[in-house]
């Protein structure tokens, strides 16, 4: 069973960016039919839907955040990460990463807390 672990800053500082990275247990970052994604729900609020990068490593973004968001991978680390620059504090959230195989998210990661502060 695949097993998805994020890791980041605990806090962050306004106006500097960030990095989260979602580990895949089992090398399946670049196997059809797998897609990943990252998403965050911020304290009190409903998930976001961040982005994804697709297993071919093209990307795509939530206009809202398309800006400031940026999403990679590391095929040899078998992670990809995503980057939020220009940090404000209702960037403070819970950020997910997870597989999107065939129409569903199947797998998704605990999550890690990042606060932003003011």
């Known amino acids: 069973q695949v097993q998805l672990q994020e890791s980041g800053p605990c806090l962050v500082k306004s106006s500097e960016k960030f990095s989260v990275t979602c580990i895949v247990s089992?090398?399946?970052?670049?196997?059809?039919?797998?897609?990943w994604s990252w998403f965050r729900q911020p304290p009190g609020k409903g998930l976001e839907w961040i982005g994804y990068?697709?297993?071919?490593?093209?990307?795509s973004y939530n206009i809202s955040l398309k800006s400031r968001a940026s999403i990679s991978r590391d095929t040899a680390k078998d992670a990809f990460t995503l980057q939020l620059i220009a940090a404000t504090p209702e960037d403070t959230a819970v950020y997910y990463c997870?597989?999107?195989?065939?129409?569903?998210?199947?797998?998704w990661g605990q999550g890690t807390l990042v606060t932003v502060s003011a």
């Open positions: 997870a597989r999107y195989t065939e129409g569903y998210l199947d797998v």
């Open positions: 990068i697709y297993f071919g490593g093209s990307t």
């Open positions: 089992d090398g399946s970052i670049t196997t059809r039919p797998h897609d």
